[in-house]
């Protein structure tokens, strides 16, 4: 009898270290994809970047606008990681700014490659937005994870750092994504 309840005991024992590894593993592989998933996001937003810097310097915009979109650029690549919110919001302004005058797209539509530059800026502008929808879903799901009280008691998220949202104004139009 003793030896029937010390087998169950040992073996109730080894089922429950051999979950607390599976969750383990598990949130290190959440913690995995919150980092790809910033990498993704940072390059996105360098993408939008080099494209919103290449219609600022083409020629193709009034001097005024070209000025703005430059500046707004030149502040998101430079900005540190703190700010780096701040910046990216405000190159999303400078960008829904150049695009807002009335005509802009029909009149540089009909100009050479103009018009691949604008679909160009729209679809680095709408990969902005998906990373970073994809990326704060990731967050949000290993910030559940870590909050557990399993993970917290035997602190199985380690040494990772906690991830933070990345919030943006993202928005090239006046509704919920990119134009």
Do not use: C
Request: glycine share 6%; net charge positive; proline share 3%.
């Amino acid at each position: 009898m003793i030896w029937t309840l010390l087998v169950i005991a040992l073996l109730v024992v080894l089922l429950f270290a051999v979950y607390v590894s599976w969750r383990a593993g598990r949130l290190d592989r959440m913690h995995n994809r919150v980092e790809t998933a910033r990498t993704a996001l940072d390059l996105a937003m360098v993408r939008r970047s080099s494209v919103a810097y290449e219609l600022a310097s083409s020629g193709l915009l009034d001097p005024a606008n070209s000025l703005l979109l430059a500046s707004a650029v030149r502040r998101a690549k430079d900005a540190a990681q703190a700010e780096r919110d701040l910046a990216e919001s405000d190159l999303t302004r400078a960008l829904r700014a150049t695009f807002s005058q009335p005509g802009l797209r029909s009149e540089l539509g009909g100009r050479g490659g103009a018009g691949e530059l604008i679909a160009e800026v729209d679809a680095a502008a709408q990969q902005v937005f998906i990373a970073r929808k994809f990326y704060n879903d990731v967050a949000a799901r290993t910030l559940d994870a870590r909050r557990r009280p399993l993970a917290r008691v035997f602190r199985l998220s380690g040494n990772a750092p906690q991830p933070e949202f990345f919030e943006m104004d993202d928005s090239l139009a006046d509704g919920a994504g990119p134009a």
